[in-house]
């Protein structure tokens, strides 16, 4: 890749396997810091898996066998001495549907925080600047700050989601994965959403997995086609869906198969 | 109507609609007679107990000791010893269970190792009674030297009831949606953390009624018990709370019931009917209580 900004996320020749099933052969990929990279293709492609990896909780689904590398913000996710706690922290991720755990809105919010904090050093004090700040930073704030302790599953879809994007911001994660994240939404959430990517693009790395062609081209900047396990194209959005260098990235955009 | 047009109404019922219409009303009776068969008995067999038993029932009988032979009197050393036996079981059983269920359904691996332990989990759940009463004798009676005691009965009802219970939580645990899971590991939670954090609450109430559903099934038994610790007749203090000791022998509703059933001859007409009633309606009334306790939980967790 070319141009300025370094890249937040790459992979070198990473393979891998469920069982025997080689789920991604040979993905060689930079993704860049800062900005946002959707991963498209058809189903079963290995977009999810890919995106799994960059946080290692593959590990917790199967049996599965990596080889090569990954490197996430300049450290070897392999190294022995990785804290798979650490990384997760820095490198959280949301889902296709909204998973707010059955708690309230601020248990939510502040979950990540009492994971990782001795109960002694939570303030009552610290805990309310931390939601109130992660909740602005999503949007929910006006909406939802005399409704925190009202049960988070009870909130729109659309609400639902950010607040699973709020919940990983008290940690400062560095880069947010998203595995399809409107797919559960309509319209309105999903514009919500793509909005709330907009705003938090720059701070934060994003990698969205979506279906959605038409949300990948509108929503990214960079995009990465893969099929069977496969890269097959990774390039500036405009330049992917406008110019495609690969014949089969063009049949898929154009519709032909998917 | 000219003999090219249709000669029949359009969506008008044809036989063959009209059969598969019937056969469907048919299935309809027949399950819904079998849901009342099912029902009917239970109800018939409580009102014949109650009917029979009624001359014995009251306050006395269940406090009283049993007299002239068993011939007359109360029940209170066999109710407190099923007391006994179901709690201490319970007590040595539930925590292994469940935690042996949550390493199962949240930590193993799926190799031959814990394939193996889940085997055996279900086969466990499957052996006779009697078989555990025979393994109960043998380990705990003679092997363990725990003697013809109340601990060697618990400890052969716990061995009883583990797997079922086992079987139970793991169902409990495999009910919390997977995406609450998902949530925690996304940001940095241990596996630990996240059973403690999110699977555990949500799913306490099944443990919970999992377990208490083994108070029936250990308050009826009769042969493990009868093997490794009850007895016909131990004279306690009435009214006595803790009248046993861990290595005494007991009485037990179960038991007795039996005793009293076949073993006696002149028995007081009601009494055998009134045991069962203390019998069914002590597991029922822990039923409604873990009833009871599930629909409080339930309503605090609504996802």
Known sequence: ?258 | MASTGPTTQRFARTAQAARSERAQKVAKWVFGAMALAMVAPLIGIVTYLLYRAWPSLGWEFLVDLPRKGMREGGIWPAFVGTLYLVTISLAVAAPIGVLAAIYLNEYARDNWFNRLINLAVINLAGVPSIVHALFGLGAFVYAAQFGFSILSASLTLAIMTLPVIIASTREALASVPRAFREACWNVGATRWQTIRAVVLPNSISGILTGIILQVSRAAGETAPIMFTGAVFYKAVQRGDLFPYRLGDQCMALSMHLYTVSTQVPNVKESIPYATAIVLLGSVLLVNATAIAARVFMRRRKRW
């Open chain 1, 1 to 258: 890749m070319s141009g300025p900004g370094e890249l937040s996320i790459i992979t070198r020749g990473l393979n891998l396997y469920y069982g025997a099933f080689q789920a991604l052969s040979d993905i060689s990929v930079g993704i860049r810091r800062g900005l946002i990279t959707s991963m498209i293709g058809p189903s079963g492609c290995g977009k999810t898996t890919l995106l799994r990896c960059f946080n290692r909780v593959n590990e917790r689904y199967d049996y599965v066998r990596t080889t090569g590398e990954i490197i996430v913000l300049g450290r070897n996710i392999y190294d022995p001495d990785v804290s798979l706690i650490e990384l997760r922290k820095s490198v959280g991720m949301v889902f296709q549907r909204p998973n707010p755990l059955p708690v309230s809105v601020y248990e939510n919010v502040v979950f990540g925080l009492r994971i990782h904090s001795d109960r002694s050093a939570l303030k009552r004090a610290d805990l309310d600047v931390a939601v109130e700040k992660a909740l602005t930073e999503v949007g929910l704030w006006k909406d939802l700050r005399d409704r925190l302790k009202v049960k988070a599953t009870t909130l729109q879809l659309e609400q639902q989601q950010k607040l699973c994007i709020a919940r990983l911001l008290p940690l400062k994660p560095e880069v947010i994965l998203m595995d399809e994240p409107c797919s559960a939404l309509d319209v309105e959430g999903t514009r919500g959403i793509e909005e709330l990517m907009f705003e938090l693009k720059g701070r934060y790395t994003i990698v969205i997995v979506t279906h959605n062609m038409a949300q990948a081209r509108r929503a990214s900047d960079e995009s990465i086609f893969m099929l069977m396990g496969k890269l097959v194209e990774h390039a500036p959005t405009e330049d992917l869906f406008l110019n495609p260098k690969n014949p089969k990235t063009l049949e898929y955009i154009e519709g032909r198969y998917g």
